[in-house]
């Protein structure tokens, strides 16, 4: 049996030394000669590329997420509105009716508008991204008012969490946001910088 096997295999070996190879040659890891090095012109272009893609997809997202936060901006707008003409009747606002003037509400409210304002303008110029951060702490400020205004209740009222909450979570997106997005330019610099050293060497 093994010698019959043994002939088998020195029969077939020859018939298939031509597909063999071809196999070898389809499946064989790439050899240094596969490979050129990018010339200039190349090294530039997939740079520039880079950098564009990266300049369109930081425009969109700052862009989206801008748009949320002024979503977000007119519906507290309009609260401040219905506040200042109707006290007391829309019902996230009667919860508090006992505890602070109308004129006080109304002032928290165009804080938070404040907050959401200077979101805005950190993530859509970038000159301005110092903004990011004073939104974040004028949003503690914020959020620190209207726990303090929950915790006076006599039932702790979920369903309002986002009045202390929603501009401090809009200003800590931002900043997640934009700091992923600068990450990612940050590498593209970098990239940038290693061209120059090679075309220098």
Not at 10 to 32: A, C, H, M
Not at 113 to 132: E, F, I, P
């Amino acid at each position: 049996m093994k010698k019959l096997s043994r002939t088998w295999m020195n029969k077939s070996s020859g018939s298939d030394d031509l597909t063999e190879e071809d196999d070898d040659d389809k499946y064989s890891l790439p050899t240094r000669d596969d490979f050129q090095p990018l010339d200039t012109n190349e090294q530039e272009e997939l740079v520039r590329s880079l950098e564009k893609t990266l300049a369109h997809q930081s425009f969109l997202w700052k862009g989206v997420f801008a748009a949320l936060i002024a979503c977000f901006m007119a519906f507290l707008i309009f609260s401040i509105y219905q506040q200042a003409l109707f006290p007391w009747e829309m019902r996230y606002h009667a919860y508090f009716m006992k505890e602070v003037d109308s004129w006080i509400v109304i002032s928290a409210d165009w804080a938070s508008v404040l907050v959401c304002s200077m979101t805005v303008a950190g993530l859509l110029h970038n000159s301005h991204r110092q903004w990011l951060w004073y939104s974040f702490y004028a949003g503690f400020l914020v959020a620190g008012f209207w726990l303090y205004q929950m915790l006076k209740l006599s039932k702790f009222r979920f369903e309002v969490i986002w009045l202390p909450f929603g501009p401090l979570s809009a200003a800590v997106v931002s900043l997640y946001v934009d700091h992923l997005l600068n990450e990612s330019s940050e590498e593209v610099r970098k990239l940038r910088g290693y061209m120059y050293s090679y075309k220098a060497s």
